[in-house]
């Protein structure tokens, strides 16, 4: 099966930045999709960015569009969530997840195959 663990978490200031990893392995990383969600407490699980396969598309939620960046290394098996200029309401627990079979964009969590456990992201004011 698929295996897949974030990294890079941590507690930054108002405008901060953080880049969060999520390495992937049992699985051919290339073939497919990957996504970011995030969730925080008492809320439901939030969309937060998707890559496709080879690179070519990405899509994001309106909230992040143009602070957060999703990038993905096939050659490494890993993918990369930049989060510029963070936000108090950006707080939640930041989640990789695999969508294997790619029949379409997913933006829900049912979607996705695989899961890390997740990273947290705490920022302070």
């Known amino acids: 099966q698929v295996r897949l663990v974030e990294s890079g978490g941590g507690v930054v200031q108002v405008g901060d930045s953080l880049k969060l990893s999520c390495a992937a392995s049992g699985g051919t990383f290339s073939t497919y999709a990957m996504g970011w969600f995030r969730q925080a407490p008492g809320k439901e699980r939030e969309f937060v960015a998707r890559i496709s396969r080879n690179l070519r598309n990405t899509y994001y939620e309106d909230s992040v569009e143009g602070r957060f960046l999703i990038s993905r290394d096939n050659d490494k098996n890993t993918t990369y969530l930049q989060m510029n200029d963070l936000r108090p309401e950006d707080t939640a627990v930041y989640y990789c997840?695999?969508?294997?079979?790619?029949?379409?964009?997913?933006?829900?969590?049912?979607?996705?195959?695989?899961w890390g456990p997740g990273t947290q992201v705490t920022v302070s004011s």
């Open positions: 997840a695999a969508d294997l079979t790619s029949k379409s964009v997913s933006k829900t969590p049912r979607g996705y195959d695989y």
